[in-house]
Structures are given as structure tokens and as C-alpha cells.
């Protein structure tokens, strides 16, 4: 299996600390996200990564070069236009000709990769997403499951008296080829916004809640920064 990961946006709500860089290039324990996210994903088997690019590029290239180091095959595809999260795929049709994973990486991910690829290939739909139960759900993409695990509803950052989940979209996602051809190839397109509240319904997604061993830190504000940062620190000091 294939990978792309998402690092091309510039993350202007965390201010000055990515004046000078991407979002995932923040340290997290002194090594970049996106390091961590690279040999968490070679960890798993996934060696084979696509990363987008757009802020700042050159500071990953340097890092990442070609992925040895790390464990991986890196390609590298360069968005002078920002193309939002679903339509970065579109510029990879070719390259993606096998079940892929869509990784936001700007996420720090302690999960079982291999288990949500496994419950992906057993539902045999158009895509899996994860999801992770969160109290405060306003700020994420919220999800409704059927009893079979399969998504009936989507909406994207639902005000409060919108919310009916508190299981909200993790960044990582696997979906068949077949769907990069459903992908807009004339207007940025986000997973959130723009796909998956129509797909809920005309596609076979399903849902894979991560159980309470897995973990996700997202990096959002400064705020979640410095949250996760504390909480890495802490997880590693007792692990």
C-alpha cells in the first residue's frame, strides 16, 4: 500500500512558529512530526510515500530528501496552488493505482496502522476513515455510523446545536483508486468540506473508531501545540 501524506499547508493559526516552516517540520520530542509520521508508516509496511508541498517546501525536501534515512520511498508532489486535502490526490492519479492512505501530517498517530488497514480490506468498501472520540467535537469533522460501521453523515465543524457524534475524523484515512476519478480536478477540494458529506451517502465508507489504546495529538493552535508536546513528553517519560 501507498501513502500521501499532507504537508503542504502553511498553518497560520499557530503564528510565528511556521513562519519558517510546515506545519508537520514542528518537533515533537526534538524530531519533526512528519519524521515520526514516516517511520511510524515503515513501521506498518507502507514504504512507498508521497508528500504535497506548498509552504515552505524546501525545509522538508532537505529533511526527507529521498526517505532512506527513514525507511521510505519519498515523491514529492509540488502545489505552486494550494489544492486542499482531496484535491491534492488529484495530481497522484497515476502514482495511485493501488489502496491508498491519506495521512494529515500535521497529526502525531500512536495507532495500529496495520488493524485499520485489516478493517478496511475486511468491509471491502470505497474507503475507511478513523475516528476518535472527542468531547469538544465543534472544531473537527463529526461522523454518524450505521450498525454495520458504515458512514451515513458527515458534516465538517458543526456549530453546537449541530453536533449528533462525538466521533470526529482522525486525518487518516484508505480508500480504493476507483474514487480519485470522483475527485474535483478544477477547484480545491477538502475530505471535509466538500467530499465526504456527499460520498456518506453514494459511496461505501466506513468508520474504524479507534479503541482507547491509540492515541492522536493534533496540532492546530499553540494551544494544541503545547498540549501535545506535554502530553508526548509525559507518555514517553512512563512508557
Known amino acids: 500500500m501507498k501513502a500521501l501524506v499532507l504537508a503542504a499547508g502553511e498553518g497560520r493559526r499557530l503564528g510565528a512558529l511556521t513562519a519558517d516552516r510546515p506545519k508537520p517540520m514542528l518537533p515533537i520530542g526534538g524530531v519533526p512530526v512528519l519524521e515520526r509520521t514516516l517511520r511510524w508508516l515503515a513501521l506498518h509496511g507502507i514504504r512507498q510515500i508521497a508528500i504535497n508541498l506548498h509552504h515552505q517546501p524546501h525545509t522538508i525536501r532537505a529533511h526527507v530528501g529521498d526517505g532512506r534515512p527513514f525507511g521510505v520511498q519519498a515523491t514529492y508532489s509540488l502545489e505552486p496552488r494550494l489544492l486542499g486535502t482531496a484535491g491534492a490526490v488529484r495530481p497522484l492519479a497515476r502514482w495511485l493505482d493501488e489502496p491508498f492512505l491519506v495521512v494529515y501530517g500535521d ?133
Open 107 to 239: 497529526n502525531l498517530f500512536e495507532i495500529d496502522l496495520t488493524a485499520f488497514i485489516a478493517s478496511h480490506r475486511r468491509h471491502g468498501g470505497d474507503g475507511t476513515i478513523a475516528l476518535h472520540h472527542r468531547e469538544d467535537p465543534t472544531a473537527s469533522g463529526i461522523a454518524a455510523l450505521d450498525g454495520e460501521g458504515r458512514l451515513t453523515r458527515f458534516v465538517e465543524k458543526p456549530s453546537p446545536d449541530q453536533v449528533f457524534s462525538h466521533w470526529v475524523s482522525a486525518g487518516l484515512m484508505v480508500w480504493e483508486p476507483r474514487v480519485v476519478a470522483d475527485i474535483p480536478t478544477t477547484i480545491p477540494c477538502d475530505w471535509g468540506r466538500d467530499l465526504l458529506p456527499q460520498w456518506a451517502t453514494a459511496k461505501r465508507i466506513y468508520g474504524y473508531q479507534l479503541p482507547p489504546t491509540d492515541r492522536i495529538w493534533w496540532m492546530d493552535t499553540p494551544e494544541d501545540y503545547a498540549r501535545a508536546q506535554a502530553a508526548f513528553a509525559a507518555t514517553a517519560h512512563t512508557s
